[in-house]
């Protein structure tokens, strides 16, 4: 059994910053790919950002230069920094995990720029 927590969301205004995180838990032996997608409301999931085991990323264009996506694999955790935050970043933020041969999701964490 294997278990996603995620953390971090909230409500900022535009041009701030949000640290996510999402950590699993349980019967784990490998994380392969990490990721984080997002879904605003009346649009379909798109991806934000990925990252290899051994650490190499990819970003939707939509973020580059604004987002870092990083992991700690000792800890089984995932992280996403978002800076300069815009109002087109809202939207539920969802982890991804490749556990062993497993897709697993968190379970959303909300996040709204807003003035």
């Known amino acids: 059994q294997v278990q996603l927590v995620e953390s971090g969301g909230g409500l900022v205004q535009p041009g701030g910053s949000l640290r996510l995180s999402c950590a699993a838990s349980g019967s784990i032996f490998r994380i392969y790919a990490m990721g984080w997608y997002r879904q605003a409301p009346g649009k379909q999931r798109e991806l934000v950002a990925t990252?290899?085991?051994?650490?190499?990323?990819n970003y939707a264009d939509s973020v580059k230069g604004r987002f870092t996506i990083s992991r700690e694999n000792a800890n089984n955790t995932v992280f996403l920094q978002m800076n300069s935050l815009k109002p087109e970043d809202t939207a539920v933020y969802y982890c991804?995990?490749?556990?062993?041969?497993?897709?697993?999701w968190g379970q959303g964490t909300q996040v709204t720029i807003s003035s």
């Open positions: 990252i290899s085991r051994r650490g190499s990323t």
């Open positions: 991804n995990l490749q556990i062993d041969v497993v897709d697993y």
